[in-house]
């Protein structure tokens, strides 16, 4: 076997399944996105000089996911896979689930090998998360499993990762409690997260950037961003109308459960905001969802574009 599609929404789990396969300790990498298909199939055609078998590993193969994908490059993959290089393995990798109404994945999947592990449920989430720390003889109970997974953006690597600092910290095997769980865990990421939607409620651009930039750096996805952004510009909408129907600071923390402390600073935040902006802010963000969610628009992209309109 000499072709592989491997999906998980793991960059961790796909090393796993790649150090499966690959028999040496090196192999070149191309990023569909930066790479041209050209320049990986003209790699993948070539013969090492000393005959033996040579990996290529191709990331961010979303041609294989229901995204909307550029025929020149479907065409010259499904070329290839018709007569592939016998000394070549070739890796393609995605973290999307892969859409097997797609010619080019029936073609993998007749007669190469694919290798699909759809997004976990939260049962499955849970089952698995318990079976990692198990594996490194520790244990965990389901409370404090779940607030890890809750506090993770919903990104399994990062879950991953703050067991493993938090795995460290014991440095013995042992039974994980919740309370040193919720000091470790998370307290970087919630931090950034409010101090990223303070900085576009504000208007400061550039400390909103660096901040996107350190979340990246976690791998927290940008649809969870504008979900946050939503939600910060329609609470303060609500805000601005119930101050301005004269109801009491009361009524309006009932209304929107919500603490007093949090009603005073949607408060003064609205203020520098018309209705309009507002609305137009909320109206916006809607749109980018909808359009990443029908593969329009990518997410990335749409998120820096609406923080260049709203901070300026």
């Given at each position: 076997m000499?072709?592989?599609?491997i999906?998980?929404e793991?960059?961790?789990?796909i090393a796993?399944?790649?150090?499966?396969i690959?028999?040496e300790?090196?192999?070149?990498?191309?990023?569909l996105?930066?790479?041209?298909?050209e320049e990986?199939i003209e790699?993948?055609?070539y013969?090492?000089l000393d005959?033996?078998?040579?990996y290529?590993?191709?990331?961010?193969?979303?041609?294989f996911?229901?995204?909307?994908?550029?025929?020149?490059?479907t065409?010259?993959?499904?070329?290839?896979?018709?007569?592939p290089?016998s000394n070549t393995?070739?890796?393609?990798t995605?973290?999307k689930?892969?859409?097997t109404?797609?010619?080019?994945?029936?073609?993998?999947?007749?007669?190469?090998?694919?290798i699909n592990?759809?997004?976990?449920?939260?049962?499955?989430l849970n089952?698995?998360?318990?079976?990692?720390?198990?594996?490194?003889?520790?244990?965990?109970?389901?409370?404090?499993i779940?607030y890890?997974?809750?506090?993770?953006?919903?990104n399994?690597?990062?879950m991953l990762?703050?067991l493993?600092?938090?795995?460290?910290?014991?440095?013995?095997s042992?039974?994980i409690?919740y309370?040193?769980?919720?000091?470790i865990?998370?307290?970087?990421?919630?931090?950034?997260n409010?101090?990223?939607?303070?900085?576009?409620?504000?208007?400061?651009?550039e400390?909103?950037l660096?901040?996107?930039?350190?979340?990246?750096?976690?791998?927290?996805?940008?649809t969870?961003l504008v979900?946050?952004?939503?939600?910060?510009?329609?609470?303060?909408?609500?805000?601005?109308?119930?101050?301005?129907?004269?109801?009491?600071l009361?009524?309006i923390?009932?209304n929107?459960?919500?603490?007093?402390?949090?009603?005073?600073k949607?408060?003064?935040n609205?203020l520098?905001?018309?209705?309009?902006?507002?609305?137009t802010?909320?109206?916006?963000l809607c749109n980018?969802?909808?359009?990443?969610?029908?593969?329009?628009?990518?997410?990335?992209?749409?998120?820096y574009?609406?923080l260049?309109?709203?901070?300026?």
């Amino acid at each position: 076997m000499n072709i592989y599609l491997i999906s998980n929404e793991s960059y961790r789990l796909i090393a796993e399944e790649i150090k499966k396969i690959v028999k040496e300790n090196t192999y070149k990498i191309f990023n569909l996105n930066k790479s041209s298909i050209e320049e990986i199939i003209e790699e993948a055609n070539y013969f090492s000089l000393d005959g033996n078998s040579k990996y290529l590993v191709v990331s961010n193969a979303d041609i294989f996911s229901s995204d909307k994908s550029d025929d020149n490059t479907t065409n010259l993959v499904l070329k290839y896979l018709e007569n592939p290089n016998s000394n070549t393995i070739l890796i393609f990798t995605t973290q999307k689930p892969i859409d097997t109404r797609k010619k080019i994945v029936k073609e993998i999947k007749t007669k190469y090998k694919v290798i699909n592990n759809s997004k976990m449920d939260r049962k499955s989430l849970n089952e698995f998360l318990n079976n990692y720390v198990k594996q490194k003889e520790f244990n965990i109970d389901y409370q404090t499993i779940n607030y890890i997974i809750n506090n993770s953006y919903g990104n399994l690597d990062i879950m991953l990762n703050e067991l493993d600092k938090v795995m460290l910290y014991y440095n013995v095997s042992c039974h994980i409690k919740y309370a040193d769980v919720e000091r470790i865990v998370g307290v970087e990421l919630d931090s950034n997260n409010f101090h990223f939607v303070s900085a576009v409620v504000d208007k400061k651009l550039e400390d909103a950037l660096k901040i996107l930039n350190s979340l990246k750096i976690y791998k927290v996805d940008s649809t969870i961003l504008v979900s946050l952004l939503a939600r910060e510009y329609r609470l303060m909408f609500y805000v601005k109308k119930m101050y301005q129907s004269r109801m009491s600071l009361i009524e309006i923390c009932n209304n929107l459960n919500l603490a007093d402390w949090q009603v005073n600073k949607l408060y003064n935040n609205c203020l520098h905001y018309s209705e309009n902006e507002l609305a137009t802010n909320i109206v916006n963000l809607c749109n980018i969802d909808l359009n990443i969610k029908k593969g329009i628009w990518d997410k990335d992209i749409a998120l820096y574009g609406f923080l260049l309109d709203a901070c300026i």
